[in-house]
């Protein structure tokens, strides 16, 4: 029965572990392809993760004494554990933090207008009007037979010339 139950904890603080460390991967593959509303609900399942894990590593910290009578060699074995999650869990907190900061800066980055983002992008000084406006997309197509877009007024005024002619 013991032995039952230090296992079940033992096997409690490898499951919280993997949750954390898969929690870390989604959360970043969500701010990775811009889902800002799932990265924050994965940002709350990591933080009850982590809550989890505390919580279980304190048990059994509080019985190591009778779980290292039931299975011995259970004290070493959680420690290269938790030192090789610790070095993985900086690993991946790394990654994270990275993650979040460019997202936040591609957040802050759209919500700017053209002009600022002009400065932003390393321009000497904020784009004038007439700049902006022969910024701004225009209405493209194809030329007839040809690959390269060409304007709508000159198109038309091909055609013009070809009916003229």
């Known amino acids: 029965m013991a032995r039952a139950q230090a296992n079940e904890l033992l096997q409690a603080i490898a499951v ?15 701010l990775r392809t811009g889902r800002m509303l799932a990265a924050e609900a994965l940002q709350l399942r990591l933080a ?18 009778t779980i290292e009578q039931v299975l011995p060699g259970t004290q070493e074995l959680l420690e290269e554990r938790r030192a090789a999650f610790a070095a993985l869990l900086k690993v ?14 591609m957040r802050q980055f759209r919500g700017i207008d053209p002009a600022q983002r002009a400065l932003a992008d390393g321009a000497d000084r904020p784009l004038s009007d007439r700049t902006r406006r022969a910024e ?16 709508r007024n000159a198109a038309r005024r091909r055609t013009r010339q070809r009916e003229a002619s």
Request: net charge negative.
């Open 16 to 30: 919280a572990e993997d949750v954390i460390v898969t929690t870390i991967e989604r959360e970043c593959e969500a």
């Open 92 to 105: 991946e907190l790394a990654v994270l933090a990275a993650e979040r900061a460019a997202a936040d800066a």
């Open 136 to 151: 701004t997309p225009r209405d493209w197509r194809l030329a007839e037979g040809g690959t390269r877009p060409v304007r």
């Open 48 to 65: 009850d993760a982590s809550r989890l894990y505390l919580n279980t590593s304190r048990a059994a910290r509080a019985s190591l004494w």
